[in-house]
């Protein structure tokens, strides 16, 4: 098992920046692939960023393209989600994903999830 802890959500203005960490944890973590998905209310959850461990190879959804940055530290097994010129739209739970498969296009299925941190942006 994998466990993934995050931190880091908060409230924000339209504009502003958070910083979302997620350190995973377990025997069988593999440092393969993390990521973020997000949910916002009433709509499913959505990919946000996702990112190869070996090779650093960062993938994106178009809609965050420009704004976020996903990252990673090795030798704290932490994956990082600078999100700057925050959107209202950008409101959501967080989720951060470990695991799974990824496809070389990013189309990306985590085999674990973290419980979830609010982003709230205000207008």
């Known amino acids: 098992q994998v466990q993934l802890v995050e931190s880091g959500g908060g409230l924000v203005q339209a504009g502003g920046s958070l910083r979302l960490s997620c350190t995973a944890s377990?025997?069988?973590?593999?440092?393969?692939?993390m990521g973020w998905f997000r949910q916002a209310p009433g709509k499913e959850r959505e990919f946000v960023a996702a990112?190869?461990?070996?090779?650093?190879?960062?993938y994106y959804a178009d809609s965050v393209k420009g704004r976020f940055t996903i990252s990673r530290d090795n030798a704290k097994n932490t994956v990082y989600l600078q999100m700057n010129s925050l959107k209202p739209e950008d409101t959501a739970v967080y989720y951060c994903?470990?695991?799974?498969?990824?496809?070389?296009?990013?189309?990306?299925?985590?085999?674990?999830w973290g419980q979830g941190t609010q982003v709230t942006v205000s207008s």
């Open positions: 377990g025997r069988t973590f593999s440092r393969y692939v």
């Open positions: 990112i190869r461990w070996s090779g650093g190879r960062t």
């Open positions: 994903a470990a695991e799974g498969a990824i496809s070389y296009t990013g189309a990306y299925f985590p085999d674990y």
